[in-house]
Protein backbone atom coordinates (compact mmCIF):
# COMPACT_ATOMS: atom_id res chain seq x y z
CA UNK A 1 0.00 0.00 0.00
CA UNK A 2 0.97 3.42 -0.43
CA UNK A 3 0.46 6.97 0.74
CA UNK A 4 -0.06 9.51 -0.99
CA UNK A 5 -0.54 13.05 0.47
CA UNK A 6 -1.72 16.01 -1.99
CA UNK A 7 -1.42 19.91 -1.34
CA UNK A 8 -1.38 23.31 -3.26
CA UNK A 9 -5.06 23.78 -3.52
CA UNK A 10 -6.55 26.75 -2.27
CA UNK A 11 -8.87 29.83 -3.98
CA UNK A 12 -8.02 31.44 -6.77
CA UNK A 13 -9.68 33.83 -9.22
CA UNK A 14 -10.89 32.43 -12.95
CA UNK A 15 -8.32 32.42 -15.20
CA UNK A 16 -5.75 32.13 -12.62
CA UNK A 17 -3.26 28.95 -12.04
CA UNK A 18 -2.68 26.51 -8.98
CA UNK A 19 0.17 23.69 -8.59
CA UNK A 20 -1.38 21.12 -6.97
CA UNK A 21 1.39 18.38 -5.34
CA UNK A 22 0.74 14.55 -4.36
CA UNK A 23 4.06 12.72 -2.00
CA UNK A 24 4.12 9.32 -1.89
CA UNK A 25 5.58 6.64 0.48
CA UNK A 26 5.63 3.04 1.43
CA UNK A 27 6.55 1.58 -2.16
CA UNK A 28 8.09 2.19 -5.12
CA UNK A 29 6.54 5.24 -6.52
CA UNK A 30 8.76 5.19 -9.62
CA UNK A 31 6.60 2.25 -10.80
CA UNK A 32 3.46 3.04 -10.67
CA UNK A 33 0.93 4.43 -12.75
CA UNK A 34 -0.85 7.70 -11.47
CA UNK A 35 -3.91 9.92 -11.74
CA UNK A 36 -5.87 12.82 -10.66
CA UNK A 37 -9.46 12.90 -10.38
CA UNK A 38 -11.65 15.40 -8.82
CA UNK A 39 -14.88 15.08 -7.69
CA UNK A 40 -17.78 18.68 -7.01
CA UNK A 41 -20.65 18.94 -4.47
CA UNK A 42 -23.09 16.26 -5.36
CA UNK A 43 -21.13 14.69 -8.36
CA UNK A 44 -19.72 11.92 -9.06
CA UNK A 45 -15.71 11.74 -9.22
CA UNK A 46 -14.13 12.27 -12.31
CA UNK A 47 -10.69 11.42 -14.20
CA UNK A 48 -8.93 14.66 -14.75
CA UNK A 49 -5.48 13.49 -16.02
CA UNK A 50 -2.47 10.31 -15.95
CA UNK A 51 0.66 9.18 -16.20
CA UNK A 52 2.25 6.63 -16.51
CA UNK A 53 4.78 4.97 -14.45
CA UNK A 54 8.03 6.63 -16.54
CA UNK A 55 6.53 9.55 -16.74
CA UNK A 56 6.50 9.27 -20.95
CA UNK A 57 2.57 9.13 -21.65
CA UNK A 58 -0.35 11.08 -20.42
CA UNK A 59 -3.58 11.54 -20.93
CA UNK A 60 -6.31 14.50 -19.92
CA UNK A 61 -10.04 14.47 -19.48
CA UNK A 62 -11.23 17.07 -22.49
CA UNK A 63 -12.81 19.65 -19.93
CA UNK A 64 -9.26 20.16 -19.04
CA UNK A 65 -6.91 19.35 -21.99
CA UNK A 66 -4.73 22.81 -23.29
CA UNK A 67 -4.86 23.77 -19.49
CA UNK A 68 -3.82 21.50 -17.22
CA UNK A 69 -0.62 19.44 -17.05
CA UNK A 70 0.52 16.42 -15.23
CA UNK A 71 4.09 15.77 -14.50
CA UNK A 72 6.04 13.69 -12.70
CA UNK A 73 9.53 13.46 -10.13
CA UNK A 74 10.13 10.28 -9.57
CA UNK A 75 13.27 10.95 -8.00
CA UNK A 76 11.15 13.53 -5.36
CA UNK A 77 8.33 10.30 -4.93
CA UNK A 78 5.92 13.13 -6.27
CA UNK A 79 3.15 14.07 -8.97
CA UNK A 80 2.15 17.51 -9.93
CA UNK A 81 -0.53 18.85 -11.38
CA UNK A 82 -0.26 22.27 -13.13
CA UNK A 83 -3.80 23.91 -13.28
CA UNK A 84 -3.79 27.09 -15.65
CA UNK A 85 -6.77 29.13 -17.20
CA UNK A 86 -8.95 28.15 -14.47
CA UNK A 87 -12.59 28.21 -14.76
CA UNK A 88 -15.37 28.20 -11.80
CA UNK A 89 -16.84 24.52 -13.10
CA UNK A 90 -13.57 23.49 -12.37
CA UNK A 91 -14.02 23.91 -8.73
CA UNK A 92 -14.04 20.67 -6.54
CA UNK A 93 -11.81 18.45 -3.91
CA UNK A 94 -8.61 17.00 -5.92
CA UNK A 95 -7.36 13.52 -5.27
CA UNK A 96 -4.15 11.72 -6.25
CA UNK A 97 -4.54 8.22 -6.60
CA UNK A 98 -1.84 5.19 -7.92
CA UNK A 99 -2.63 2.21 -9.92
CA UNK A 100 -3.17 -1.82 -8.07
CA UNK A 101 -0.16 -2.92 -10.64
CA UNK A 102 3.11 -1.59 -11.42
CA UNK A 103 4.51 -1.16 -15.30
CA UNK A 104 1.20 -1.12 -16.51
CA UNK A 105 1.26 -0.53 -20.57
CA UNK A 106 -1.77 1.40 -20.91
CA UNK A 107 -2.89 4.56 -18.86
CA UNK A 108 -5.85 4.04 -16.80
CA UNK A 109 -8.31 6.98 -16.89
CA UNK A 110 -11.03 4.91 -14.65
CA UNK A 111 -10.77 5.05 -10.53
CA UNK A 112 -11.42 1.34 -9.99
CA UNK A 113 -8.22 0.94 -11.84
CA UNK A 114 -6.44 2.63 -8.76
CA UNK A 115 -5.58 1.51 -5.45
CA UNK A 116 -4.54 4.17 -3.30
CA UNK A 117 -6.08 7.38 -2.97
CA UNK A 118 -5.40 10.67 -1.17
CA UNK A 119 -7.43 12.36 1.30
CA UNK A 120 -7.71 14.83 -1.53
CA UNK A 121 -7.27 19.19 -1.22
CA UNK A 122 -10.04 21.57 -2.41
CA UNK A 123 -9.45 24.07 -5.59
CA UNK A 124 -12.51 26.95 -5.38
CA UNK A 125 -12.52 29.20 -8.22
CA UNK A 126 -13.81 32.40 -8.09
CA UNK A 127 -16.32 33.77 -11.19
Known amino acids: QVQLVESGGGLVQAGGSLRLSCTASGRTFSTYGMGWFRQAPGKERQFVAAINWSGGKTVYADSVKGRFTISRDNAKDTVYLQMNSLKPEDTAVYYC????????????????????WGQGTQVTVSS
Open 97 to 116: AAEFRPYTIVIHTTAADFGS
